[in-house]
């Protein structure tokens, strides 16, 4: 596997490649990123990771400093799957000086997750956007666990006219239910066996849907209820329409549930599709 960390080297080794499937992450890699890094396998002669954890995603109240930084082992994880390259740029690369220019994320941006974390996706647009013209890849690969950002980064391809394809990977999910993430390293013994509630959650509104009940938001307030009177801080747990995030309405078929609640420190997300009856 080859490490570049500057945008001129990266470019020579991009002109030596033929097809290639890129993995964007911020490094601390699991068992996700790695069936994210398999699924690019199969899209492409070739594969690309990138590494770099994002100052402009995060808050200021944000866990930007004590983010989990495994560089050492995540490259060994890299090599086991047989990645091609690795762009792992020092943030003075990627933003020599202040970025003036942002991506502006459509009105959805400041539901959901952008109402809990403003300009959160003007953050990850902008840097996706760079690493796109950075790595000019043929294919990008993305984990539906952040469902909010996939629809984000996959219009922002579609209405910029970007030459590549989007492709979305599957949740990976421990035995118990919990959706794989760097941040569940922070959960305490305790928290870890309660942190499946949240999934659980989910799976009771998607049933209730299944059942018949279309009236989504007091679906939602229940399941946060649920949480809370377990010890969580629920953000929100909302039912939408999957093809654009929008309030779902009982016309509506193809839907998603998606949740972020705090469990003492620590943010957790997550999401189920479903399809009504």
Same mark, same amino acid.
């Not at 950002?149 to 990976?172: A, H, Y």
């Not at 309405?249 to 943010?267: F, I, K, M, P, S």
């Given at each position: ?19 290639? %499937? ?26 690309? &990771?990138?590494?770099?954890? !994002? ?36 943030? /003075? ?16 941006? !400041? ?13 990850? &647009? ?9 790595? $000019?890849?043929?294919? %990008? ?6 469902? $909010? ?23 990976? /999910?421990? %035995? ?20 499946? /509630? ?5 799976? %009771? ?42 309030? &779902?309405?009982? &016309? ?26």
């Amino acid at each position: 596997m080859r490490i570049v960390r500057t945008i001129d080297d990266l470019r020579k080794a991009r002109a030596t490649l033929g097809e290639l %499937a890129l993995v964007p992450t911020m490094g601390n890699l699991h068992a996700g990123h790695v069936s994210l890094l398999r699924l690019a396998r199969s899209h492409a002669t070739t594969v690309a &990771a990138t590494i770099f954890v !994002n100052r402009l995603q995060f808050a200021p109240t944000d866990d930007f400093e004590s983010y989990p930084r495994t560089f050492e082992d995540d490259c060994e994880k890299l090599r086991a799957e047989g990645v091609d390259l690795l762009f792992a740029p020092d943030e /003075r690369v990627l933003y020599p000086r202040p970025q003036a220019y942002l991506v502006e994320p459509p009105p959805i941006a !400041n539901e959901l997750e952008g109402a809990f974390r403003p300009r959160f996706f003007h953050g990850v &647009a902008t840097v996706v956007l760079k690493l796109f013209n950075c790595v $000019q890849p043929d294919v %990008a690969v993305f984990g539906m666990k952040d469902y $909010q950002q996939l629809m984000i980064v996959r219009n922002m391809v579609d209405q910029l006219n970007l030459p590549l394809m989007i492709v979305e990977g599957e949740t990976i /999910r421990e %035995a118990d239910g919990l959706a794989m993430s760097s941040r569940n390293g922070y959960l305490s013994p305790a928290e870890r066996a309660e942190a499946p /509630r949240l999934h659980r959650q989910l799976q %009771a509104v998607r049933e209730s849907i299944r059942s018949g009940r279309t009236d989504f938001e007091p679906l939602g307030e229940q399941a946060m209820h649920e949480l809370h009177g377990a010890g969580w801080k629920p953000d929100y747990i909302s039912v939408r329409r999957r093809e654009d995030l929008a309030h &779902a309405t009982a &016309a509506d078929r193809e839907l998603v549930v998606l949740a972020a609640a705090r469990l003492g420190g620590t943010r957790l997300i997550d999401n189920l599709e479903l399809r009504a009856p």
